[in-house]
């Protein structure tokens, strides 16, 4: 399915008003993957470097369940065994994406579960627990740790991830050129940053180099769960047991659970360590989109351009909305490139609530943010 097809919102701009010769909106449609996301690209280079060292499956962790499904078709597709632990909230709220994994062969769980230590603190204590990325993360690590065979695979934050999903800007760019078009604004949504970084690394070059100094690139997280715009820059684990690797990044605290939100894949206490270096040294920035906004930007898109969008999609939606409508009042062009990550045909329980007028917003409390932010480990960098 490569390359993905590079599509202009020719209807999306005439329903929101703006000047289409001068603020004009374009995305990477990475929904066309088998799976519906922009994550099978990376599962199927894990999945096929572990069959090549001998692997005999995978364990790993999902949210909204893009990843793990993307991860059960290639690994099913190269013969092997995976083992999936899905963040309860969405295991609940998403059943089409936990028949599809099943489908493919996966071994599911909801997290936190009761067949890891891991788990077994936070299941004991509330069988109900919604669960977080950073609790399934630890569950998935244990269960790789202790299955002969197996190996543990990640869907975002880390630097090979990041690097498997340059593919999607690769392609941008020459899709671009060959319309004779150049951003003026690269945007993603961000939960770990894969899908962020998959579409801006190729272009940050043009920035640093001068050949685009003006592009600006904006990732767009929940206010239910702001790692990048609330977050510390700081060593910290990637998972609530603190089994995975200390790394610099943006984080809420490895301790931090956020609210139940519909954006499964989103909810995570950290960015990537590449996506947060880049907001450190004020190459991006970061926005924050209350939940009802989002839906109502992916209802619009639906409407104009034929597409309905994932959950976490929406909120980069909702985002390009706001800057093309803003560069329009103030009689700026703007060129607004995104990334389209994911279809949401398996997200309608979302809709639905907000058709049914149950939505609602949170934004999680500062007060509550700098108590989970207390327990940070004590890394003397003079030593690294």
Not at 1 to 24: C, H, T
Not at 330 to 342: A, P, R, V, Y
Request: hydrophobic residues 35%; neutral net charge; glycine residues 10%.
């Amino acid at each position: 399915n490569r390359p993905s097809p590079l599509q202009r919102a020719f209807q999306l701009e005439k329903a929101i008003g703006v000047n289409s010769d001068r603020v004009k909106i374009y995305f990477k449609c990475e929904f066309v993957s088998p799976t519906g996301s922009h994550k099978t690209n990376t599962a199927i280079a894990q999945s096929y470097y572990g069959k090549m060292e001998g692997t005999k499956g995978f364990a790993t962790e999902t949210g909204a369940g893009q990843w793990g499904s993307a991860l059960s078709m290639a690994n099913t597709m190269m013969g092997l065994k995976t083992k999936v632990f899905q963040v309860r909230a969405s295991y609940n709220d998403k059943p089409g994406r936990r028949v599809m994994m099943q489908n493919f062969g996966a071994e599911l769980h909801p997290s936190p579960s009761n067949i890891t230590q891991t788990g077994q603190i936070f299941y004991s204590k509330n069988p109900n627990h919604p669960g977080s990325l950073g609790i399934a993360i630890s569950e998935a690590v244990e269960a790789a740790m202790t299955t002969p065979g197996y190996k543990y695979a990640l869907g975002s934050v880390l630097d090979f991830v990041l690097l498997h999903q340059t593919v999607i800007g690769l392609e941008a760019k020459i899709q671009m050129s060959k319309i004779g078009e150049t951003p003026t604004m690269i945007m993603g949504a961000i939960g770990g940053g894969s899908n962020f970084a998959g579409l801006s690394f190729p272009y940050i070059k043009d920035k640093l180099t001068g050949d685009n100094p003006n592009l600006d690139f904006i990732g767009v997280e929940p206010y239910a769960c702001p790692s990048l715009s609330k977050g510390k820059y700081t060593w910290d684990y990637g998972d609530s047991a603190k089994m995975a690797p200390i790394v610099k990044m943006y984080s809420l605290g490895a301790n931090f659970v956020p609210p139940t939100v519909h954006a499964g894949g989103l909810r995570y206490h950290g960015a990537a360590p590449l996506v947060s270096m880049l907001k450190h040294h004020k190459i991006m920035d970061s926005v924050m989109v209350h939940q009802t906004k989002t839906i109502e930007a992916g209802i619009l898109m639906a409407r104009t351009e034929g597409i309905l969008p994932a959950v976490e999609t929406n909120h980069v939606i909702a985002a390009v909305i706001d800057k093309a409508v803003e560069a329009q009042e103030n009689g700026q062009k703007s060129t607004i490139l995104f990334n389209f990550s994911g279809h949401g045909y398996f997200d309608t329980h979302a809709y639905e609530s907000y058709h049914a007028g149950t939505l609602v917003d949170y934004e999680y409390p500062d007060a509550a943010i700098q108590q989970a932010m207390r327990d940070f480990p004590d890394i003397d960098e003079s030593k690294i």
